[in-house]
């Protein structure tokens, strides 16, 4: 569960240590990418056609190498000159460019590829933006010129996939929820703010908790759906409910206060569809948690 | 009120279950002033610890194993040493249900506040309970 593992060791007369380890990832990483990670979003790229443009050699190979390892099937060239023939004599369902490149940069790109899409009358691709300018004037210049979303650099692979999952299930919509909106409702970072001002690692440290804590409650919830201990069920949802609430995981909290309310009355089939639905928000909260010790500014 | 507070802060006892909440319980007291908090993770601890602590304040959560948040405010008011029988006790809990809050309406409370709190609202209701007494918590 969130891609971690619970272990205990118990000795007789000594008593037993409870260790709870979830992967989490370094803000210092150019690109970040674990085995871990790419298992941790079960939405599969597979057989999607991504043409991928970004001049930086390791980013290129290593976001090729994750979507490659998700399903994906990937085209990398180094600039906008490249992505610009490539889109002209291939067929893709994503385009994923960096903002910044030499020559053709990826605002440049998208507007020409907007251009040529209009003038063939055909749908538009769905397209990301890559950059490490994340204030409100660039993502303006970015949506724009044409871009769907953007994603912050440095590239987190959880991330990454999640912008791309949501852009493509509202490809065919057109409309994708604004991403700030979206990030507050699975990881709200005011609490985070007010608790600490300064202290970054103790923050960090207080996440790290909540997370393993969170997924201790998770597989409580899992288990007692799976055993039909409703009593047990309505215990582990209430305590996930109220520090998932403190912490800012508004969504997972309330769907484990969903699940404390309805608990006793519910059907199986019921239960079962909510604790899936609380073990999937609960893998989101901790993506969007991550992803806000990656990079605070961000999200906050 | 109950035994005298430190001259580092108000005395809290935080009472939860909830490891990761009695921690950000004292994080959000710390944000708003200073307490000298001690914790307990039921009823049961909370009653062994109130006459050796002897808080200015407990801070409660409700639903609990064993000895639950209303049946430790029972209790306590019930207590064999009588000043320790009106420590002010603020419910936190995550329960909004109307037959809890009407448990908790029958039981002499200074405060019901359902999760998640902001330190700004606990603040607040620490100034109400203590008027006047701003200088031994407020930075």
Redesign the interface.
């Known amino acids: 569960l969130l891609g971690g593992d619970i272990e205990v060791a118990s000795e007789l007369g000594h008593g037993s240590v409870f260790t709870a380890a979830v992967p989490l990832v370094s803000a210092q990483c150019p690109v970040i990418a674990t085995a871990r990670d790419a298992h941790a979003c079960d939405a599969s790229l597979e057989g999607m056609r991504i043409l991928v443009a970004e001049d930086q050699v390791t980013n290129r190979w290593l976001i090729r190498r994750q979507l490659e390892r998700l399903g994906g099937m990937v085209t990398d060239v180094e600039d906008g000159r490249a992505a610009l023939a490539a889109f002209n004599v291939g067929r893709y369902d994503l385009v994923i460019t960096d903002c910044h490149m030499p020559g053709i940069d990826g605002l440049e790109l998208v507007r020409l590829i907007r251009c040529a899409e209009a003038s063939d009358g055909a749908d538009p691709l769905p397209i990301l933006g890559l950059t490490a300018d994340v204030t409100p004037e660039m993502r303006e210049r970015c949506l724009t010129v044409g871009m769907n979303n953007i994603v912050a650099k440095p590239i987190d692979l959880i991330r990454l996939h999640a912008a791309i999952v949501l852009l493509t299930s509202h490809a065919s919509a057109g409309a994708i929820p604004d991403e700030a909106s979206r990030d507050a409702e699975l990881f709200d970072p005011s609490m985070y703010e007010q608790l600490f001002a300064d202290d970054v690692a103790e923050g960090h440290e207080w996440l790290g908790a909540y997370l393993a804590s969170a997924a201790q409650h998770g597989v409580r919830i899992e288990q007692a759906a799976a055993g039909g201990n409703r009593s047990e069920l309505r215990a582990a949802a209430h305590t996930l409910a109220g520090s998932s609430l403190s912490v800012g995981a508004m969504r997972l909290g309330t769907l484990a206060r969903r699940v404390e309310t309805v608990a006793p009355n519910a059907s199986e089939e019921e239960v079962h569809e909510l604790a899936d639905e609380v073990i999937l928000a609960m893998r989101s909260a901790r993506e969007a948690i991550i992803c806000f010790m990656a990079t605070p500014a961000l999200v906050a | 009120m109950s035994g005298g507070s430190a001259p580092d802060g108000l005395k809290v006892l935080i009472v939860d ?5 009695r ?2 319980i004292r ?2 007291l ?2 708003v002033g200073r307490f000298r908090a001690e914790e307990a993770d039921d009823g049961d601890a909370g009653l062994a610890l109130v006459p050796i602590f002897r808080p200015d304040l407990v801070l409660c ?1 409700i ?1 609990m194993p064993r000895v639950n948040g209303l049946q430790f405010v029972e209790q306590l008011r019930n207590h064999r040493q009588g000043e320790l029988r009106h420590t002010p006790v603020v419910m936190l ?3 909004a249900e109307e037959e809890t809050i009407m448990g908790a309406a029958r039981l002499t409370i200074s405060g019901y506040l359902v ?6 609202l606990l603040g607040s209701h620490i100034n109400a309970i203590f008027p006047g007494r701003q200088a031994e918590w407020q930075r």
């Open positions: 279950d909830e490891s990761f909440m921690r950000t994080l959000m710390r944000a959560d639903h809990t995550g329960s999760k998640p709190v902001s330190p700004k």
